[in-house]
Nanobody, 121 residues
Framework: VQLQACGGGLVQAGGSLRLSCAAS????????MGWFRQAPGKEREFVAA????????YYADSVKGRATISRDSAKNTVYLQMKSLKPEDTAVYYC???????????????WGQGTLVTVSS
């Protein structure tokens, strides 16, 4: 299983961006997809997750209302759209694949390599 995340970069506070994660090696629609992030010196934290069907989503309180997770089964890709970005959103963002919808990290068994998002003030 491979997860390839991209879309990070430098953005000003208040701006927006969209992260993508292309998955291969397992039946995409059968698995939950999630996004986590890790800021320098901090533990990896949950951001958002979406069920295999796309019908259910779950967000961390810190991004609720600012983030939208979606998936395209035809492209085996999951997206994280974020708006109203804040400097505290600066982190390496990781996509993950698993079976348990939600913030529980052991529920995800495959992880991408991460993409850096830097939000300047």
């Amino acid at each position: 299983v491979q997860l390839q995340a991209c879309g990070g970069g430098l953005v000003q506070a208040g701006g927006s961006l969209r992260l993508s994660c292309a998955a291969s090696g397992r039946t995409f629609s059968s698995y939950v997809m999630g996004w986590f992030r890790q800021a320098p010196g901090k533990e990896r934290e949950f951001v958002a997750a979406i069920s295999g069907s796309g019908g259910s989503t779950y967000y961390a309180d810190s991004v609720k209302g600012r983030a939208t997770i979606s998936r395209d089964s035809a492209k085996n890709t999951v997206y994280l759209q974020m708006k109203s970005l804040k400097p505290e959103d600066t982190a390496v963002y990781y996509c993950a694949s698993g079976r348990l919808l939600g913030p529980y990290r052991p529920g995800y068994d495959y992880w991408g390599q991460g993409t850096l998002v830097t939000v300047s003030s």
